[in-house]
């Protein structure tokens, strides 16, 4: 079996998430946790960050209010000021 190893760069650029954001998620345990390559290097599997991002559309589609997760997050914000 062969696997593809994403570097932080490409993550970032597959997701559109920052860097900041990437190592939090993945602390909360809410992103695939890197694996080690060396000892100052990390990657990601790419089919892992494929089924992240799967399970992302799904909930999206599970919305029951057929809005978007950006404008619920966003009434909420606006809900809690």
Known sequence: MSHIILSTKKVIAKTTISRT????KV???TFPAPITLGAHSVGWVESEVDA???ALMKSRAANSDGES???NQFQKRENAA
């Open 21 to 24: 954001t990437l190592h939090r």
């Open 27 to 29: 602390k909360e345990g």
């Open 52 to 54: 992240w991002i799967e």
């Open 69 to 71: 997760v950006g404008e």
